[in-house]
């Protein structure tokens, strides 16, 4: 089976697929579009644009069949490879640590697209102050509750990629080190990255700005 | 079981949940949070907002994650894992339209802007968004979005439907055949239709600081 993905040469919302498609072995094209100097937002060509069903990137292209929208996409492939908890409710829990997990990135994207300096330093200190409460503290209880090292049960889910991945990518995007302070959230972290796949994936992926 | 929905006292994010459980007639408790007690309540909460949902004390937060959550649960989803994946989609692409609204409408403090942004959320957004979803009802076939049957993302799309009818314009499925069938399906279920009727919430807040 040939798969084909659309994306932007970016880690951003879609560096979970990969992620996953590394844990599975899925073997990929990986399209890049160039993003640019974001703002303002990156054009996709018009060629890849109406293929998209919303318009949109990430979308993937296999077996003759399309599918589009980033945690639509990533909880398929999830589900193919056992990172969806044990029953209906961890898939749930997993769930809603993702959600979570995508809104934490997002509300670090203005500040680490930020042009001016001295309005970058002033809208990351406000970012981090806004942050700490609502996501660090809160995913640290629950890794701490869970045992230590994983967001739900037993096993990797993909929750716990996307949470160790948006840690991650604040430190590579705008050297913004959150986890320090937090030992389970570090112990997630490492735990994901010390994963085999992932940290050959790592290793050999394409390196971007964002 | 016990289910418990924790949200304001307004349609809102917690309607497609109501409808779901409608569907179903499972009992559940609608717990209403007053603005004025919010404040209060807020740092309880797992990550500072509504809906939450409880099932025997335990509690789930995310609007989609809960639709789907009950879907599964109640078979109210898709019959094959592609089928799923589907849903999914429809619901992500559909709640980029509602977040939008829910920017301009509600958290957008600048009067000029917010003129313009729904000036573009009609002229652009709507029809972008509906055309394209026109087309996937209309190659699915029979009442639903994906398969044969009912599924939590067909109450979910619906419910989002009718919140753009009901304060953006009434006839915003004019053009959309197959989504206004569509609509008129889902909102036809006779439990459905019964729990609308007897309903009193609105989809508006009527509480600009609760967002």
């Known amino acids: 089976m040939s798969y084909k993905l659309y994306y932007f040469d970016a880690r951003g919302l879609n560096e979970p697929l990969r992620m996953i498609f590394a844990l599975g072995g899925v073997e990929y094209e990986d399209v890049r579009i160039p993003l640019g100097d974001i703002p303002p937002p990156p054009t996709i060509p018009a060629e890849i644009k109406e293929k998209c069903t919303w318009g949109q990137v990430p979308m993937l292209e296999f077996d003759g069949r399309k599918i589009c929208q980033s945690l639509a996409m990533q909880r398929y492939f999830a589900k193919k490879f056992n990172l969806v908890g044990s029953d209906d409710w961890e898939a749930a829990q997993i769930d809603e640590y993702v959600d979570s997990s995508k809104d934490f990135l997002q509300v670090w994207v203005p500040p680490l697209t930020e042009k001016d300096p001295a309005k970058r330093e002033e809208l990351i200190k406000e970012t981090k102050a806004k942050t700490v409460d609502k996501y660090l503290k809160t995913f640290d209880k629950i890794i701490s509750a869970n045992g230590g090292k994983r967001l739900v049960g037993k096993n990797l889910s993909w929750a716990d990629l996307w949470l160790a991945h948006v840690l991650n990518n604040l430190e590579l995007v705008g050297g913004v080190k959150l986890a320090e302070g937090f030992p389970a959230l570090k112990a997630l972290c490492d735990t994901v990255f010390a994963t085999p796949e992932i940290k050959a994936w790592v290793e050999k992926r394409p390196k971007s700005k964002f | ?211």
């Open chain 2, 1 to 211: 079981m016990t289910y418990k929905i924790i949200y304001f006292g307004i349609k809102g994010r917690a309607e497609a949940f109501r409808l779901i459980f409608s569907a179903l007639d499972v009992k559940y408790e609608d717990v209403i949070i007053k603005s004025a007690d919010w404040p209060g309540y807020k740092p309880g909460t797992p990550w500072g907002q509504l809906p939450i949902l409880e099932v025997d004390g335990q509690q789930l937060a995310q609007t989609s994650t809960i639709c789907r959550y009950l879907g599964h649960t109640f078979n109210l989803c898709g019959e094959t894992a592609w089928e799923d994946a589907k849903c999914d989609e429809y619901v992500d692409a559909t709640n980029d339209l509602i977040e939008e609204w829910i920017g301009f409408k509600f958290l957008e403090p600048d009067e000029a802007r917010k003129v313009e942004r729904k000036a573009k959320f009609v002229s652009t957004l709507i029809p972008n968004c509906l055309a394209k979803l026109e087309v996937i009802k209309e190659k699915n076939g029979g009442d639903f979005l994906v398969g044969k049957k009912l599924t939590w993302a067909d109450i979910n799309v619906a419910d989002k439907l009718a919140m753009l009818e009901g304060d953006i314009d009434s006839t915003i499925l004019e053009g959309y055949p197959n989504l206004k069938m569509f609509k008129n399906a889902v909102f036809s279920i006779p439990r459905i239709k019964a729990y609308i009727e007897k309903s009193g919430y609105t989809y508006v807040n009527m509480d600009p600081g609760l967002g």
